[in-house]
């Protein structure tokens, strides 16, 4: 397909040169555009296909950017990215040196704030509107959308209920495609599908009560309608609200029909929408199916394991838990916090709470994690998924801040397994009950086995292995960073120490010692920041009762790290297999 006026419209203001009955071939170029992209070089794909006439509509219409437009998330925006000045650029889509997956501040004046973890876009609008305000420009418009999954988010609602005590030129628009990665849950979901069919009395629209203007629902794919809309709501002034129904995957039959499969497929034939799997080590087993699989089979044996997950069944893998134990496995939507608290309730009762999240979400439940688990020492098993780095969705999406800001805390047991076995493992010991919150952190993507067997084994809490002995110089590895550090061992050949720590905390000081007294360095290594971590717990340890040996904490430095593969990252950011030798090799 010929991209006649796409090809012309390098920013909003060639798109506001067309007449309004040209809009609807844009949309059409745009979206097979983003076919064309996605299914050579991978990303989100659903959430942008779903948005393509609101984006057209909502550069035609306002005047970004001036006009501020926030995108939710922003994994909905390529099709934003393309039509302002990233047509040319958005083959290096996610890939290292490439323009970001979402809207990021330092890539373009049109991303006006950096996004990637959900809910943020209300405040953020309301933020600028009553910054435009105290400036005096109150023509300026302030424009958040969000997801139907995302509106549901504790912080959302934050938003909202500022907002509308305010005068804040902002307009909301809930993009509600009645699904968030997985289907959306929850009694405001209930509610939004009963507007969606007409029931809607004028007392019981919560948004109302919330003192916005409401408008809608109406067809976000009906280019003409939103532009109406968006002209007659710019006329209003104060908080306003703007209920849109779209489709997510529209445009691609497949990606309609399997939303969650599609919400980011991996690379498929533009054409007929089926998607390639990748032929190299496919049978091994994701660390998130050890984590699923492993969670299902205890919860047969024992009816006292309860599933948590905020809005990840699919991603963390829980659902297989889900499908079998839909009474004691439990989505509570994008919502961290409550996830945490939540299990905190459940095991304040006696149950064993399992509960996963990614660890950059995890950020979010920071103070639950402390003030409602920790603070009461409740036992709940956190499963903390994609740690370290994950790749292509960047900064706001690496999992490298959790051993740091873990490890403060007291009560909590931290362990970072690094194969398949000892993630299973670590699952049974807790379920076999204990007395302190756990967490267990492990990574993106496949693990070392083809197969999971089931024969269980305890993990005494805090036990490190001698994975091989050695002369000199001792490695001490961290998680996943032990295949490195195994493989930089075998390619020297000299005899090196190997030492698989498990824990994070407590810390197994017995093993350190003994290490102490066989070699005279120390390399420890870490997928996370290496500032405040793990490496940095054992120099602690080791400076004051064994001054005379040389310690090395290798980890990721104290930067932002951006989107690329993850090989490419290690090896950029001082975690290559290559970095392992050269500080092996320097002694
Ligand atoms: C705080 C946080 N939790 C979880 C996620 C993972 N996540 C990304 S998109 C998404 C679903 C968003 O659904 P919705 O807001 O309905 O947008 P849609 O994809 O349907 O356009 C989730 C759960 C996230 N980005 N941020
Ligand atoms: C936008 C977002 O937050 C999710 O879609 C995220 O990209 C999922 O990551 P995984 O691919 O690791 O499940
Ligand atoms: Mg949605």
């Given at each position: 397909?010929k991209?006649?006026?796409?090809e012309?419209i390098?920013?909003?203001e060639?798109l506001?040169?067309?007449?309004?009955?040209?809009l609807?071939?844009v949309?059409?170029?745009?979206?097979h555009?983003?076919?064309?992209?996605?299914s050579?070089?991978?990303?989100h794909?659903g959430?942008?296909?779903?948005?393509?006439?609101?984006?057209?509509a909502?550069?035609?219409?306002?005047?970004?950017?001036?006009?501020?437009?926030?995108?939710?998330?922003g994994?909905?925006?390529?099709?934003?990215?393309i039509?302002?000045g990233?047509?040319?650029t958005f083959?290096?889509n996610r890939?290292f040196?490439?323009i970001?997956?979402f809207?990021?501040?330092v890539?373009s004046p049109?991303?006006?704030?950096?996004?990637?973890?959900s809910?943020?876009?209300?405040?953020?609008?309301l933020g600028m509107?009553?910054?435009?305000?105290?400036e005096g420009?109150?023509?300026?418009?302030?424009?958040?959308?969000?997801?139907?999954?995302s509106?549901?988010s504790?912080?959302?609602?934050?938003?909202?209920?500022?907002a509308g005590?305010s005068s804040a030129?902002l307009?909301v628009i809930l993009?509600?495609n009645a699904?968030?990665?997985d289907?959306s849950?929850g009694a405001?979901?209930?509610?939004?599908?009963?507007?969606?069919?007409?029931?809607?009395?004028?007392?019981s629209n919560?948004?109302?009560?919330?003192?916005?203007?409401?408008?809608g629902?109406?067809?976000?794919?009906?280019?003409?309608?939103?532009?109406?809309?968006?002209?007659n709501?710019?006329?209003?002034?104060?908080p306003?609200?703007?209920?849109?129904m779209?489709?997510k995957?529209?445009?691609l039959?497949?990606?309609e029909?399997?939303?969650?499969?599609?919400?980011a497929p991996?690379k498929?034939d533009k054409?007929?929408?089926?998607t390639?799997?990748n032929k190299?080590?496919?049978?091994?087993?994701?660390?998130?199916d050890?984590?699923?699989?492993t969670?299902?089979?205890l919860?047969?044996?024992d009816?006292k394991?309860i599933?948590?997950?905020?809005?990840?069944?699919?991603g963390s893998s829980?659902k297989?838990?889900?499908d079998?134990f839909?009474?004691?496995?439990?989505d509570?939507?994008?919502?961290?916090?409550?996830?945490?608290?939540?299990?905190a309730?459940m095991?304040?009762r006696?149950?064993?709470?399992?509960?996963t999240?990614?660890?950059?979400?995890?950020?979010?439940?920071y103070?639950?994690l402390?003030?409602d688990?920790?603070?009461q020492?409740l036992?709940v098993v956190?499963c903390?998924?994609?740690?370290g780095?994950?790749?292509?969705?960047?900064?706001?999406?690496h999992?490298?801040?959790d051993?740091?800001f873990?490890?403060a805390?007291?009560?909590?047991i931290?362990?970072?397994?690094?194969c398949a076995?000892?993630?299973?493992?670590?699952?049974?010991?807790a379920?076999?009950?204990?007395?302190q919150?756990?967490v267990?952190?492990?990574p993106?993507?496949?693990?070392?086995?083809n197969d999971?067997?089931?024969?269980?084994?305890n993990?005494?809490?805090?036990e490190a292995?001698?994975?091989?002995?050695?002369?000199?110089?001792?490695?001490l590895?961290l998680?996943?960073m032990?295949?490195?550090?195994s493989?930089?061992?075998?390619?020297?050949?000299?005899?090196?120490?190997?030492?698989?720590?498990?824990f994070?905390?407590?810390?197994?000081?017995e093993?350190?010692d003994?290490?102490?007294k066989?070699y005279?360095k120390?390399?420890?290594?870490?997928d996370a920041?290496?500032?405040?971590g793990?490496?940095?717990s054992v120099k602690?340890?080791l400076s004051t009762?064994h001054p005379q040996i040389e310690?090395?904490?290798?980890g990721?430095?104290?930067?932002?790290i951006?989107?690329?593969d993850?090989?490419?990252l290690?090896?950029?950011?001082?975690?290559?297999?290559?970095?392992?030798?050269d500080?092996i090799q320097?002694t």
């Amino acid at each position: 397909m010929k991209a006649e006026y796409l090809e012309n419209i390098n920013s909003p203001e060639d798109l506001r040169q067309l007449s309004q009955d040209k809009l609807t071939l844009v949309a059409q170029e745009l979206r097979h555009f983003i076919i064309s992209m996605v299914s050579e070089y991978g990303g989100h794909l659903g959430a942008s296909l779903g948005s393509v006439e609101l984006t057209v509509a909502l550069h035609y219409v306002f005047n970004t950017p001036d006009d501020q437009l926030i995108w939710d998330v922003g994994h909905q925006a390529y099709g934003h990215k393309i039509l302002t000045g990233r047509r040319n650029t958005f083959h290096t889509n996610r890939q290292f040196g490439g323009i970001s997956g979402f809207p990021s501040r330092v890539e373009s004046p049109y991303d006006t704030f950096g996004v990637g973890h959900s809910s943020t876009s209300i405040s953020a609008a309301l933020g600028m509107a009553i910054a435009s305000e105290l400036e005096g420009n109150l023509e300026r418009q302030h424009i958040a959308v969000i997801g139907d999954a995302s509106i549901a988010s504790g912080m959302a609602f934050e938003g909202l209920n500022h907002a509308g005590v305010s005068s804040a030129n902002l307009l909301v628009i809930l993009n509600d495609n009645a699904i968030g990665i997985d289907p959306s849950v929850g009694a405001l979901k209930n509610y939004l599908t009963k507007a969606k069919i007409g029931y809607k009395p004028k007392q019981s629209n919560i948004i109302e009560a919330l003192n916005f203007t409401y408008v809608g629902p109406i067809d976000g794919h009906d280019i003409h309608a939103l532009i109406k809309a968006f002209e007659n709501l710019k006329k209003i002034k104060g908080p306003r609200f703007l209920h849109v129904m779209t489709k997510k995957g529209k445009g691609l039959k497949p990606a309609e029909i399997e939303q969650v499969k599609y919400h980011a497929p991996g690379k498929f034939d533009k054409i007929t929408g089926k998607t390639f799997q990748n032929k190299t080590d496919d049978k091994k087993i994701k660390y998130q199916d050890v984590f699923g699989k492993t969670i299902l089979h205890l919860a047969q044996h024992d009816e006292k394991i309860i599933g948590v997950t905020p809005a990840m069944p699919t991603g963390s893998s829980l659902k297989y838990m889900m499908d079998v134990f839909p009474d004691r496995a439990f989505d509570v939507g994008i919502a961290e916090q409550h996830a945490v608290t939540f299990s905190a309730g459940m095991a304040t009762r006696g149950f064993k709470v399992f509960c996963t999240i990614y660890s950059t979400f995890f950020q979010r439940a920071y103070d639950q994690l402390i003030h409602d688990v920790a603070l009461q020492n409740l036992p709940v098993v956190f499963c903390v998924d994609r740690a370290g780095i994950v790749g292509k969705d960047g900064a706001t999406h690496h999992g490298v801040f959790d051993i740091a800001f873990l490890k403060a805390i007291p009560n909590l047991i931290v362990a970072s397994p690094s194969c398949a076995k000892d993630l299973k493992n670590l699952l049974y010991t807790a379920s076999l009950g204990i007395k302190q919150p756990l967490v267990i952190r492990y990574p993106r993507g496949k693990s070392d086995v083809n197969d999971l067997n089931i024969d269980f084994e305890n993990i005494p809490m805090g036990e490190a292995v001698c994975l091989k002995e050695g002369e000199d110089v001792a490695v001490l590895s961290l998680g996943k960073m032990r295949k490195s550090v195994s493989k930089a061992i075998e390619y020297i050949g000299k005899s090196i120490g190997h030492y698989d720590m498990r824990f994070v905390k407590p810390l197994d000081t017995e093993i350190l010692d003994e290490i102490a007294k066989t070699y005279s360095k120390i390399i420890t290594v870490e997928d996370a920041i290496v500032s405040g971590g793990f490496g940095e717990s054992v120099k602690s340890y080791l400076s004051t009762k064994h001054p005379q040996i040389e310690i090395v904490s290798m980890g990721l430095p104290d930067v932002f790290i951006p989107h690329g593969d993850t090989k490419t990252l290690l090896d950029k950011y001082g975690l290559g297999v290559k970095d392992i030798i050269d500080e092996i090799q320097k002694t």
